[in-house]
Every structure is written in C-alpha cells, then in structure tokens.
T-cell receptor, first 111, second 116 residues
Framework: GEDVEQSLFLSVREGDSSVINCTYTDSSSTYLYWYKQEPGAGLQLLTYIFSNMDMKQDQRLTVLLNKKDKHLSLRIADTQTGDSAIYFCAPVGGGYNKLIFGAGTRLAVHP | NAGVMQNPRHLVRRRGQEARLRCSPMKGHSHVYWYRQLPEEGLKFMVYLQKENIIDESGMPKERFSAEFPKEGPSILRIQQVVRGDSAAYFC??????????????FGAGTRLSVL
C-alpha cells in the first residue's frame, strides 16, 4: 500500500532555517500537503503543492517537490520557538482524496 | 465562520461500552473524513462520507465500527463494545464539494478516547 517516510526528529536553533524531508510511494498523488500539530491539538494546514509544480513559496515556508524521486521537503525560514511542533507530510493517495500520513517530524527549536 | 467542530474533546469509556463521536463540518462542506491517530503515530484514514452516503470505508475495522453522515446533523463515528486498543485520538476533516478548495481537508481538534 501507500507509504510515507519522514525523519522523526529535527532540532534547530532559533533564527536558523529548518528543512523537513518526506518521501512517499504513490506516484499518482495529485496534491501533497503539510500539516502542523501542536501538543494535544488538531492539525493545522500549513501549505500544499500540486503535483505539476516543483516549488511553492508562502511567506516563511518553501515547499520543494521532486516528483521523479517522490521527495517532498518543507523549509521554514527564520525558525521561531512557536514553530516547535510535529509536522506531517500528507500526499493524497489511494483514491477518493484520502490523505496518507507519515509518523511526523518533531521539530524542536532552541535558543 | 466556525471551523470543523468535534465533540466531545475527551471521552472516557469502560471496556464494553459504546463510544459516539460527533463531527460538524465547516459551513458549506459536504465531504467528511475520519482518521485515527494512535499514540506517537501518524493519522490513519478510516472512512470518507458525503451526505447520506459512505464513499470509502476501506480503513474502517470490519467489526464494531460504523459511521454515518445524515442529511441533517453532524457526522457520527460509533464504536461499539470498546476495547483498550480503541484508545486513540479520532480526527474529523471536511472539504467542500467543489471549487478551488475541493481537495483541501480542514481538520477538527479531535476527540481523545480513553478506554479503561
């Protein structure tokens, strides 16, 4: 079945850039999403990219898509302590627009 | 415009009881998705519903779990005879039927089910 892999942890210093990577298996994914989850909370949609794009920029966020390698990344510029959370890559997969989630990357931002 | 509303936020049940989780989609959204998140894991798709129809239930356990989205009222995820392994966070997401945002799913805050 479809699968999504992410690094489990990332630690960065406040003010640095963070890059969260994701690989997926379903080459037919038309949309690929990034969600943020803070402790005990729901998922907040951060950004998404269509499969016919290779880059999307939205303020501090930059998404890069390498469709050939099925690799997606999220870059957060000028990372702040409020960015500490779990980040999920979620391509659409398996038909009917359902999202396939990896285990998430825990981003820790330290002073 | 209120977001996706789920209630209750926390639900405690004893083994063998029934759990009913409710989800009211965003205004104007007619598509509802349910996902389950076990501790320290990502979300797993359970079921996709439109008004009065189950479209895809490929992620639903075959027994004890059911879902509905009636013409009026919220979507309900029902778990009968709960067991400890059902303890998880259950998230609902909604999306509109059409328009530019039709493929974007917006999530509720979740219901955290604890089975004693």
């Amino acid at each position: 079945g479809e699968d999504v892999e992410q690094s489990l942890f990332l630690s960065v210093r406040e003010g640095d850039s963070s890059v969260i990577n994701c690989t997926y298996t379903d080459s037919s994914s038309t949309y690929l999403y990034w969600y943020k989850q803070e402790p005990g909370a729901g998922l907040q949609l951060l950004t998404y990219i269509f499969s016919n794009m290779d880059m999307k920029q939205d303020q501090r966020l930059t998404v890069l898509l390498n469709k050939k390698d099925k690799h997606l990344s999220l870059r957060i510029a000028d990372t702040q302590t409020g960015d500490s959370a779990i980040y999920f890559c979620a391509p659409v997969g398996g038909g009917y627009n359902k999202l396939i989630f990896g285990a998430g990357t825990r981003l820790a931002v330290h002073p | 415009n209120a977001g996706v509303m789920q209630n209750p936020r926390h639900l405690v049940r004893r083994r063998g009881q029934e759990a009913r989780l409710r989800c009211s989609p965003m205004k104007g959204h007619s598509h509802v998705y349910w996902y389950r998140q076990l501790p320290e894991e990502g979300l797993k798709f359970m079921v996709y519903l439109q008004k009065e129809n189950i479209i895809d239930e490929s992620g639903m356990p075959k027994e004890r779990f059911s879902a509905e989205f009636p013409k009026e009222g919220p979507s309900i995820l029902r778990i009968q005879q709960v067991v400890r392994g059902d303890s998880a966070a259950y998230f609902c997401a909604s999306s509109p039927k059409e328009g530019l945002a039709k493929n974007i799913q917006y999530f509720g805050a979740g219901t955290r089910l604890s089975v004693l």
